[in-house]
């Protein structure tokens, strides 16, 4: 980055370099969407091992979560970025040339564990450098990157697919076997390119101010803090964290304590929720869905891209409303949406009434309300709940849980449409919404506007029974 950008221009460059992880991700868990109808025919794929190649990745990533946190408070946020950037990059490699379902799912694993660093450490990150009154905005780019990723992701498929069906060169050149024989193979092993990308960008990005106050390095912490925030301003953040961390355990008995054990509860709950929405299965899924309902081949490839631009757009609904509406209303309403459209989406199939424009239109109401409300808003909520010390471990929990219900819908989609169907599958994912709405409106409380620290002073109080929690704010 420029050394002479500071301010709002400067965090906004840092927060998006950081947001590449979540375009890897989007990418990476949109991808396999075009690949899969090749790979099922070429490998020939039953129900169960459909769904083990789908959600391997997923696997990876509940690995990567799982590790990530106390990788990332040990050796820092930024060298645990480079670390996802690397597998990105070897797992593209391996999936273009894999000869086996075995060594694809191993590929794809890896992959799937650089996402688990990502999606852990990029959100975190963020929010560790971002000032409060811009947090929400900041760390939502995090998610419209995501969107960004499963749109291109989406494109690429088109395009490849294109190339394939209307490409004519030797049958025995490098490119014909990659691009058009096997264009799988181009597909996944189009993930290098963004992957190279943001390795190579993450040596202009800083480490984490608090990461490196935590480890008493705070020189280097309070050039930061005044690059974002100006001299004085930086001079009182500084002031602000270190006495915080001061006071904090740096063990994961903290999250066990009164008041911080629901900031844990929060973190595990509400992730794994917004994934029984079913909006891996739509992204992973989303040209099957559409060729089973009688689109073609193309067809279903460019309605898919339709949903990911819908998904990007109103993600920028979010990032423009998040630090307006505040985040317990945003999960409340995206709950409450998410019911509804599921529902709708379920009753048209189990109608057989798959018209074209009915069906697409649903699904693009569906993401919409996701893209709006569940998707930025989940991942700020965990990205802010946590105490310094020990917050890195503490959001691979979250992380974790998000990623074993990810895995969870996909290793079971494929089985439920073909026992019960598309749409009593999607009828079963409504239902669950219902539940998360009381969770949110009863457990959830406001942090909209609030430093890191005042968050963390409120669970404290209220664990102390000091302080009388209004149900609306912090």
């Not at 040339?97 to 852990?120: E, Q, T």
């Not at 291109?152 to 395009?159: D, E, G, I, V």
């Amino acid at each position: 980055m420029n050394k002479k950008l500071q301010g709002k221009p400067y965090v906004i460059l840092v927060s998006l370099t950081a947001g590449l992880g979540g375009f890897l991700f989007g990418f990476d868990t949109a991808i396999i969407s075009g690949a899969i109808n090749f790979l099922r025919k070429q490998f020939h794929l039953n129900a169960a091992l459909e769904g083990w190649v789908m959600s391997s990745a997923l696997v990876g990533c509940v690995i990567g979560a799982a590790i990530s946190g106390y990788l990332a408070d040990k050796f820092g946020r930024k060298k645990i970025l480079f670390l996802s950037a690397l597998l990105f990059i070897i797992s593209a490699l391996g999936c273009m040339i894999a000869n086996d379902p075995a060594f694809l799912v191993a590929a794809r694993m890896i992959g799937g564990i650089g996402v688990g660093f990502a999606a852990m450490v990029a959100p975190m990150f963020i929010s560790e450098l971002s000032p409060a009154n811009m947090r929400g905005r900041l760390v939502s780019l995090y998610q419209l990157a995501i969107t960004i990723g499963i749109l291109f992701a989406y494109l690429t498929n088109a395009a490849l697919l294109h190339y394939a069906a209307n490409h004519v060169q030797s049958a025995d050149s490098f490119t014909y076997f990659y691009m058009v024989t096997e264009v799988w193979r181009a597909m996944l092993g189009s993930d290098m390119i963004p992957a190279l990308l943001f390795f190579i960008l993450l040596f202009f990005v800083p480490e984490s101010p608090r990461w490196l106050i935590k480890e008493n390095k705070e020189k280097n912490a309070q050039k930061i803090l005044e690059r974002i925030n100006g001299i004085r301003k930086g001079e009182n953040e500084l002031d602000s964290i270190r006495n915080a961390i001061t006071k904090e355990k740096s063990s994961f008995r903290q999250l066990l304590e009164p008041g911080i054990k629901i900031a844990l509860i929060i973190g595990l709950i509400l992730p794994f929720l917004s994934q029984l929405a079913g909006i891996t299965t739509v992204m992973y899924y989303a040209p099957s869905i559409f060729e089973k309902a009688g689109f073609g081949t193309n067809s279903a490839m460019g309605s898919a891209a339709i949903i990911g631009f819908f998904n990007m757009l109103f993600t920028l609904v979010a990032i423009w409303r998040i630090d307006k509406w505040g985040r317990k209303p945003l999960l409340t309403w995206g709950f409450v949406g998410l019911s509804i459209t599921l529902f709708i989406i379920g009753a048209l199939f189990i109608q057989s009434n798959t018209d074209s424009i009915l069906l697409l239109g649903a699904f693009v109401l569906y993401i919409a309300v996701f893209a709006a409300t569940l998707g930025p808003g989940v991942w700020v909520v965990i990205s802010e709940i946590y105490p310094t010390k020990i917050r890195g471990r503490a959001m691979s929990l979250g992380t974790l849980s998000l990623f074993l219900g990810s895995t969870f819908v996909t290793q079971t989609y494929p089985i439920l449409k073909d026992s019960i169907g598309i749409g009593t599958t999607f009828i079963g994912y409504a239902l669950v919404m219902l539940a998360a709405i009381f969770f949110v409106k009863k457990v959830i409380p406001e942090t909209k506007g609030k430093t890191l620290e005042e968050i963390e002073l409120f669970w404290k109080q209220k664990g102390n029974k000091s302080f009388q929690l209004n149900k609306e704010t912090v």
